[in-house]
């Protein structure tokens, strides 16, 4: 069972930067490439990926909406991602979840939900106008 906790989340007027963390613990279980992520969910929305990283080959997938303003990194140990956030807009505003899960083909199911095994608690980026 993997263990994931982010931080980093805040309040930060548009336009601003956050940088969020996300350490696991645990041995994760599947089958294939391990993928580490992020996810966000605004209020009465649905959950959307934001970012993933393969953490072997260090391949990234962005969502369009962060292309050019987000980028995720591993750490050296490669159970620490992160996410460097820039030129911040309301839009963001959301509880972004670091997940983490086990499967092929990524480069065209990164954004998938159900293929995440774990899941943190949630850190929240709230962007003022």
């Known amino acids: 069972e993997v263990q994931l906790v982010e931080s980093g989340g805040g309040a930060v007027p548009a336009g601003g930067s956050l940088r969020l963390s996300c350490v696991a613990s645990?041995?994760?279980?599947?089958?294939?490439?391990?993928?580490m992520g992020w996810f966000r969910q605004a209020p009465g929305q649905e959950r959307e990926g934001v970012a993933t990283i393969d953490t072997y080959s260090g391949s990234t997938y962005y969502a369009d909406s962060v292309k050019g303003r987000f980028t995720i990194s591993q750490g050296h140990l490669k159970n620490t991602i992160y996410l460097q956030m820039t030129s911040l807009n309301p839009e963001d505003t959301a509880m972004y979840y670091c997940a983490q899960g086990r499967f092929y083909w990524g480069d065209r199911r990164w954004s998938r939900r159900d293929l995440y095994t774990d899941w943190g608690q949630g850190t929240q980026v709230t962007v003022s106008t």
């Open positions: 645990g041995d994760s279980h599947g089958v294939g490439p391990n993928y």
